[in-house]
C-alpha cells in the first residue's frame, strides 16, 4: 500500500493547483465548459480563459465566446471581448446576454448589436434580392425573412434607413411569395402585366399587384371608418403605429386582412374587423381595374 502513495500524490498533482480544480488535456469540450464556468465565478479568470480554446463550432460556441467576453472584460481586455461578442452576433443574431450578466457585458453587447446588425441585415436583403433576380423565390424568402426578422429588433430598426429597407424587403417578400411556381396560372391580366409585375398567384384566376409592380396604379381610399380609441389610462400618453394590409378586390372591396405590424392589444382586433368594412377605388393596370395588396400605416396619437 505505501508504494502506491506516491503515484496517487503525484496524480492528484496534476489536477491539484493552489486549490484551484484545473482539467486534463483529454477532458471532453463541455466538461472544460463547465469547468471555466466554476473558475470564472470564483475570479480565477486567467484559469479559466486557458480552458476556452478555439472550440468546434457546434460545441455551445456562444456560450463559449460569452464566457470568453465575461472573463476578458473582468481582465480589462476590451478590445478582445468585443471580438468574442462580434463572432456571437454574426453566428446568432437573435442571441442575447442573460438579463444576470454584468452590466457592463450587457451595455457592450447592446452597443457592439446595433453597430453589426444593420450591415447583417443589408448583407442578407442583397443576397435574397439577387435570389429574387435569379428567380429562386424560396430561397429569396428565407433570406427576406431573415433580414427583416434582424431589421425588426429594437437594437436596429429604430434607424429611417432601416425602417424604409425593411418596408422594401416585406414587398419582394410578397412578390416572391406570389410567384413561387406551385401550380403557374395565367390570365388576360397578367398577360398584359410587364415583367416587374407577379404573375397570378396560385388557386387564382387573376393577379395580385403591389407597390413594386410595374405600371399599375394603387387603389384610392373612398371610406376607411376607424374603430374608436380608447387607450387604458396609463398608456393614453404614448403613440401606437403599425401597418396593416388589406387586398383590395377589383370591385374595390376588401377580399383579405392581414395586420404585418401589430398596434396595441386592446385595438388590433376591433381595427382587423374595421378592414373588411373599408373601401377604395380599384387599382388599375391601363384601363382595366386589377387585385391589389394594398399598406396602410396606422398611427394613433394622444389626444
Not at 426578422?149 to 414587398?171: C, F, N, W, Y
Request: hydrophobic share 40%.
Amino acid at each position: 500500500m505505501t508504494s502506491a502513495r506516491p503515484f496517487v500524490l503525484l496524480s492528484l498533482g496534476l489536477l491539484l493547483t493552489a486549490g484551484t480544480v484545473r482539467m486534463p488535456a483529454a477532458t471532453p469540450v463541455q466538461d472544460r465548459l463547465a469547468q471555466a464556468r466554476l473558475l470564472y465565478a470564483s475570479a480565477a479568470y486567467e484559469e479559466a480563459l486557458a480552458l476556452l480554446p478555439e472550440m468546434p463550432a457546434d460545441v455551445e460556441a456562444n456560450e463559449v465566446d460569452r464566457y470568453k467576453a465575461l472573463c476578458l472584460l473582468a481582465l480589462d481586455r476590451t478590445v478582445d471581448a468585443e471580438e468574442a461578442l462580434s463572432r456571437i452576433i454574426t453566428r446568432d443574431p437573435r442571441f442575447q446576454i442573460r438579463a444576470d450578466d454584468s452590466p457592463r457585458i450587457v451595455a457592450l453587447f447592446r452597443d457592439l448589436r446595433r453597430r453589426i446588425l444593420p450591415g447583417r441585415a443589408e448583407s442578407l436583403y442583397a443576397r435574397a434580392k439577387a435570389d429574387f433576380e435569379d428567380r429562386r423565390y424560396r430561397e429569396a424568402i428565407e433570406h427576406f425573412t431573415q433580414a427583416i426578422d434582424i431589421m425588426g429588433d429594437p437594437d436596429v430598426g429604430s434607424a429611417t434607413h432601416v425602417q424604409e429597407l425593411r418596408k422594401v424587403a416585406e414587398e419582394y417578400r410578397s412578390l416572391a411569395e406570389e410567384r413561387l411556381p406551385e401550380e403557374p396560372a395565367s390570365s388576360p391580366v397578367a398577360a398584359e402585366a410587364s415583367e416587374g409585375a407577379p404573375p397570378a398567384r396560385p388557386g387564382s384566376d387573376e393577379a395580385i399587384y403591389t407597390m413594386l409592380s410595374a405600371h399599375v396604379k394603387p387603389p384610392v381610399e373612398v371610406t376607411r371608418q376607424m374603430p374608436p380609441w380608447n387607450p387604458p389610462a396609463d398608456q393614453a400618453w404614448r403613440t401606437f403605429r403599425g401597418v396593416i394590409e388589406v387586398l383590395v378586390s377589383r370591385t374595390g372591396e376588401v377580399e383579405d386582412v392581414r395586420l404585418l405590424e401589430r398596434i396595441a392589444p386592446f385595438y388590433d382586433e376591433a381595427l382587423a374587423q374595421a378592414a373588411w368594412t373599408w373601401t377604395f377605388e380599384p387599382a388599375r393596370l391601363g384601363d382595366q381595374p386589377v387585385r391589389f395588396r394594398h399598406r396602410i400605416q396606422i398611427v394613433m396619437r394622444p389626444r
